[in-house]
């Protein structure tokens, strides 16, 4: 079984920046399409970014321009570049397949609390 073990979070504010990180203990990343998650307290976890395994993105609107996501293959991590954050991006961050079909058991997920 896969597992997820997401990292690089923490208190930041506005306008700041951080590379969260998400290490895979097998090879997910080379073979699905991935995806960056968030879920805030009292909300629903929401995709905001997936990368394709042919190296095509898609970000939620509400990060379009500020977030890139990325991988390294050889490293079988995932990461996500997060640039201008704004207060209503505080959550918590997980990783995981793109597809419902593919996921596996999400991970602890990462804090990131945007606030000054």
């Known amino acids: 079984q896969v597992q997820l073990v997401e990292s690089g979070g923490g208190l930041v504010q506005p306008g700041g920046s951080l590379r969260l990180s998400c290490v895979a203990s097998g090879s997910i990343f080379r073979f699905k399409d991935m995806a960056w998650y968030r879920q805030a307290p009292g909300k629903q976890r929401e995709k905001v970014a997936t990368r394709t395994t042919g190296g095509s993105t898609n970000y939620a609107d509400s990060v379009k321009g500020r977030f890139t996501i990325s991988r390294d293959i050889a490293k079988n991590t995932l990461y996500l570049q997060m640039n201008s954050l704004k207060p209503e991006d505080t959550a918590v961050y997980y990783c995981?397949?793109?597809?419902?079909?593919?996921?596996?058991?999400w991970g602890q997920g990462t804090q990131v609390t945007v606030s000054s």
């Open positions: 995981n397949a793109d597809s419902p079909s593919y996921r596996v058991q």
